[in-house]
């Protein structure tokens, strides 16, 4: 058994067969509708030399050794408040993790964002005049929140859970200014500069946590 997850998604807008790991331990083949198993698998046998590569690399980059007595949220890592929620964590690190665990987790991570955005959006929606319709939450690791602009709800990704609050209130400032500015030009960063001195602060603290958050949102947060 190889030590990674290997899926096959297969589409017919799909014209090539292509592979890439979608995260440190899961290896996804593309594949166009009509090809068959077996080709997926010799595919895989013939790029055989370059999957090992990459598996070793991406776990020598990833290889974080976790503390058991502490977890990670908004920033920082926290001494538990309860053995339950301990416990979670522990499980969702361990390779035995149930999907029923991940969702306990995910719940608890979501429950304090939304505490924290049910006070912040408020706050800085009245000091900018923009108010949106709804808040709505996802597990996305590439977008930490967007702004819909025909009905003004605005979505955060429960990663936000992971970061520190002033990063989190860079984040609402500039999904706020979206509901005026559905654009990156001049105007947009004019309407940012009011509120967030240093909205380029968060683009260096991403960077430089970018293992961590990676490794921590593949655990804690994907099923």
Not at 117 to 139: E, S, T
Request: charged share 20%.
């Amino acid at each position: 058994m190889p030590p990674y997850t290997l899926k096959i998604i297969q589409k017919r807008n799909y014209k090539n067969l292509k592979m890439h790991f979608c995260n440190s331990s899961t290896l996804l083949i593309s594949a166009p509708k009509h090809i068959t198993k077996k080709e997926c698998l010799k595919f895989l046998e013939e790029n055989r030399q370059w999957i090992d590569t990459q598996y070793h690399s991406l776990q020598e980059k990833y290889n974080i050794n976790l503390p058991r007595n502490q977890f990670f949220i908004f920033g920082e890592w926290k001494n538990f408040s309860d053995s339950h929620t301990q416990s979670l964590w522990e499980q969702s690190l361990s390779q035995d993790s149930t999907k029923h665990t991940k969702n306990q987790l995910i719940a608890y991570y979501k429950n304090m964002l939304d505490s924290y955005l049910q006070i912040r959006i408020p706050h800085f929606a009245n000091i900018m005049n923009l108010f949106p319709n709804k808040i709505l939450y996802g597990k996305s690791y590439k977008q930490l929140a967007c702004c819909y602009k025909h009905t003004k709800n605005l979505r955060f990704s429960i990663r936000l859970a992971l970061m520190p609050h002033w990063v989190i209130d860079s984040i609402i400032i500039h999904e706020l200014a979206h509901l005026r500015f559905p654009h990156h030009q001049k105007e947009f960063w004019n309407l940012i500069s009011l509120y967030d001195k240093e909205p380029k602060k968060l683009h260096k603290w991403l960077k430089e946590n970018h293992t961590l958050l990676y490794f921590l949102h593949h655990n804690l947060f994907k099923s």
